[in-house]
Each structure stands twice: as C-alpha cells, then as structure tokens.
C-alpha cells in the first residue's frame, strides 16, 4: 500500500509538470447536435495541400476500457482500419484497479495516441492534472464530423472555465421526447402464468401493484417480490413517488438529489412495509443481481422482479421448465394512483469520454481517425453493418439478420459499439433497436412495453453531463455507496423513515455533499434549458 501511494504522489507530481507542454488554440467547437455529420471536415482546397490528410498515414495506439474479449479480434477492428486506411494497435486497462493503472500510465510517459472510452471518473482525474491536451483547435481543423454529432450540452461539459476542451463525450443512445418509442427498456417482469391464475391485470399505478403483491401472497404463501441489495431504489416504484432512474430533480428551481427528495421518506415508508408485511422476499438485503433473477425464473412462487428486457434470453429455459407456456410482462414506471399520469425520465448523457493525453505523437492523426468513423455512413456500417446482409429497414425501423456467415451477419456487430465513432444520441438510438429484437422473446417483451410509450409524459435527464466534473466526481461515488447501504439498512430495520433520511442527509452533508450540491446546481442553472 505505501508503495501504490508512493506511486501516485509521483504519478500527480510528473502530471502537474506535464502541464507545461502546450496545447492548440482554444475556441467553441459545438454546432448542434443532430446536424449532418458526413461533411469532411475540411475545404478541398486545404485537404489538397494538408499531409494529415493526404500523407502517409501512422499506426495508432489505443487504450481503452477493459473487455473480456480482444478488441481486435473484432469484425469491427478490420472495417474500422478498411474505412480509415489507418492500421491501430488496441490496449485495454485491466478489470482491477483501471484508475490506478491508468494515472501510473500517463504519468509514466506511455505514448497511447488516444485514450478512448475512459470513464468520466477518469477523464476527470486526468483533466484536474492538466495530463490532457486542449482539443480544441484540432476539432476545428479536422473534427467537423465530430462537432456535429456530439449536443452542444454535452460540449459544455468538457469545457473548462478557460474555454480549454479536453474530452470529446461519447452520448448514451437514447430515444427523444419527439420520438418517445424505445424509452421503455425495463421494469418489474411479472410472470403471465401467475398473473392469469391471480386473474388480474398488468398494474399501471402503485396501489394496483400493490394489490397484485398481496393477492399473490395469499394465494402463494410466499413473499411474491424479489429484489437484491446492489440497490435499494427500483425505478418503477421510485416513479409513483415524484422520482424515477435519475438521482436529481429540479425541486422549485434547486437541483436536489434524491436523498433530499421532499418524498424520498415517503418510498423508504413503503419499501419498509413490502419487506415488514413479508411482500418482499426476505433474502433481499443480501441477493446479488443473479440469485434474485434465478429465483424468478425457478417457479417457486415469486411473481415479480426488476428486470430488463435483455434479461429474457438468459430466462428463456429456465421459464419453460416450470410452465412452457410462462411470458415474462413488465411493469413499468407507476403512476400513484389510477388518476395521475405516469411519466418517465429520457436520462441523456455521456457515460465515457475520449481523450488525447500529452504524450500523444499523432494528436491530428487521431481525430482525422475518428472524424473518419463519425462520419454518418461510416458510422452506420461499424455499428451495425450492411443493410440487406446484417440489418434490414422494415416501416423505418432497424431489425437484424442472423442468416448466413456470422462473420458477416449480424452476430459480427455483438461488440462493435466499443469501436465505432460519435452519432447524435437519439439517430443512434434507432439503430441500437435493432439489437433490442435480437431474439423473438426480447423483440415481443420490448415491443409490448412500448406499446404503451403514448401513456406516459416524456421528461428528460440531463444530470449525467455534471456529474463529469472534477468537483461532483471527487465525492459522488462514495457518497452514493454510503446512502445506498443506510437506505438498505433503514429497510431492513424498519428504523422510522423521517429519522433515517435525516441521519443519510445529516452523513451526506459532512462528507462532500454539500460541495456535490453546489457544483450541480451551478450546472442547472446554466442548463436546465437543455431539459425541457
């Protein structure tokens, strides 16, 4: 342990003098998010006289996250060097201890030309230690794909107070408020036998749900829900509560977390009595993710789960052994009674971020690199291949194709996400569905949840674009960790819930809560427009 410490107090020193090598001219690359991304980035004119462009073209060095598999032995790997005529050298940071290693890299003086896919964490810590180059005049130069495709929000979050940008974010794919279908992806899978032998209808709000635990309790003697401690907050419920996935919401103009939430006291209320009135099995506090999801499929009375809808494969025998003819159906976000609409939070953001550190030699080369790949076509062909031979268009939406050589087909694209360029979120979005009808069992389950998309009021997320900065990501992880665990244990313990959440706010506050809170709402302040 004193040796790792050694090593990082050495590693954050030879980093602050890294500081001292440069950069480019600084200046807003943002242009919109959605705009045509399959410009070249530069005139003719300049690419005729420019060797990034027309010169010889060096082997790239990449590090990126870890995988279990190697990233070249990827179908993608080969069309990303055919597209690009650049040949790359893939490096992956380990399953442990990635953070460590990959400070001790850079600082080091490791030469990667692009750290690609690093989480916010990371490119956080890197940012703070002036270990990465400003992008800025390089985007303008070579990037204009890459401007284009990434939301001028999500620019935002890699620019520092000094207008330097050191990140180029990687958006989620999500859906949009405009074109809502596909938001729905999970919720709490009910078993359709049970269900037809309660003989009731799938719940929409939560008295509903409720009434469904307590008629399956009665008829099977058991505690019919089933959860696991990674997390005590179920977005489904959470959802008849004033909250949902996201962490903070704007209450009355201040950007809240959810252990301040005016109704968080209220769920933990309601969690307390599932698990005290024997409605939630009691193995909760100490199922993981696989168990809980074993017992659902087992048959042995318990009706529902959270799940997602890429849960079903992995259930698909395991359903059938105890009735062949079992469905897995989905709850989705409650609503609290049968009079409110339900609604559901679209959470855009950038759960990675790509990056240029200081000892890079081939900074212009790389984002000729992924400019290239960003381009719309280009895009489209390494995430998801040729249409006609691994995805077909049927009434515009994307389907896959398993037929012929998998080499070709749509099982070579399995992984391919983790090698393809920027794509604005939600024209990615439709063509990741094509992954979400990879099965008829998933195609069905999807298909049905968001059969009721119309239902729903759309809102939208934009917490994960502050939660990149160096402030909210010195303090967030621990803080989560810590109200997660208190949260479980007030469950458990049935402690009365307004002195619970007191005492997880008073734990919050002491440690970083209160810098998180400040560093998040100046975020909103400046962006809240961007959720609307």
């Known amino acids: 342990m004193k040796k790792l410490i050694s090593l990082l107090m050495a590693a954050a020193m030879i980093l602050s003098l890294a500081a001292c090598s440069g950069g480019t001219n600084t200046s807003d690359p943002a242009s919109g998010s959605g705009a045509d991304t399959s410009t070249s980035g530069s005139s003719s004119e300049e690419s005729s006289d420019d060797p990034i462009l027309t010169g010889e073209k060096p082997e790239l060095k990449i590090l990126s996250m870890y995988q279990a598999y190697n990233y070249e032995e990827q179908p993608a790997w080969k069309i990303d060097e055919e597209i690009t005529g650049y040949k790359t050298k893939w490096y992956a940071l380990p399953a442990d201890n990635a953070d460590q290693k990959l400070l001790l890299e850079i600082s080091s003086g490791a030469d990667y030309d692009v750290l690609l896919r690093i989480s916010p964490n990371q490119y956080a810590q890197l940012s703070k230690q002036n270990a990465l180059i400003d992008l800025s005049g390089l985007l303008d130069q070579y990037g204009q794909n890459i401007k284009n495709a990434v939301s001028d929000l999500a620019w935002k979050s890699v620019t520092n ?111 307390q009595e599932l698990y005290r009135e024997g409605l939630m099995d009691n193995d909760m506090p100490i199922n993981t993710a696989d168990n809980s999801k074993e017992k659902f499929a087992s048959g042995n009375a318990i009706a529902c789960a959270p799940l997602m809808f890429w849960d079903i494969p992995s259930m698909v025998n395991a359903l059938a052994t105890s009735n062949p003819d079992c469905k897995i159906e989905f709850v989705t976000d409650l609503a609290p009674d049968a009079d409110t609409q339900p609604y559901h939070y679209i959470s855009k953001g950038a759960n990675f971020v790509s990056c240029i550190s200081q000892n890079s030699k081939n900074p212009e080369h790389v984002i000729n690199w992924l400019n290239i790949l960003t381009d719309t076509d280009n895009f489209r062909r390494t995430y998801i291949g040729e249409e006609g031979v691994s995805y077909e268009l049927i009434d515009g939406n994307y389907y896959p194709i398993f037929e012929g050589d998998d080499a070709t087909n749509f099982n070579a694209y399995t992984n391919s996400d983790k090698l393809s360029g920027f794509s604005d979120p939600a024209r990615a979005f439709q063509m990741w569905q094509a992954r979400a009808r990879k099965t008829p069992e998933m195609a069905e389950a999807y298909e049905a949840m968001n059969s009721r998309v119309d239902e729903y009021e759309a809102r939208v997320s934009i917490e994960a674009y502050g939660k990149t900065s160096p402030e909210v990501q010195e303090y967030i992880t621990a803080l989560n960790q810590a109200f997660s665990d208190s949260f479980l244990k007030a469950i458990v313990e049935n402690t009365d819930p307004e002195e619970a959440i007191a005492a997880m706010q008073a734990d919050w506050d002491a440690n970083g809560g209160l810098e998180v809170e400040a560093a998040m709402q100046a975020f909103y302040d400046t962006n809240k427009d961007f959720a609307k």
Not at 164 to 181: K, L
Not at 187 to 214: C, H, Q, W, Y
Not at 226 to 236: L, M
């Open 161 to 271: 107070d000094e207008g330097v940008i050191n990140g180029m974010p990687h958006e989620d794919m999500v859906a949009s408020p405009d074109d809502a279908y596909g938001m729905l992806t999970g919720g709490i899978g009910v078993r359709s036998d049970m269900l037809e032998e309660l003989g009731m209808e799938l719940p929409t709000n939560l008295e509903d749900f409720t009434a469904l635990l307590k008629a399956a309790k009665d008829k099977y003697g058991i505690a019919p829900l089933t959860a696991n401690k990674t997390s005590p907050f179920v977005s489904v419920l959470l959802a008849a509560f004033g909250m949902g996935d996201p962490e903070w919401y704007d209450i009355d103009g201040t950007y809240t977390h959810r252990v301040k939430h005016p109704q968080i006291a209220d769920y933990l209320a309601y969690m």
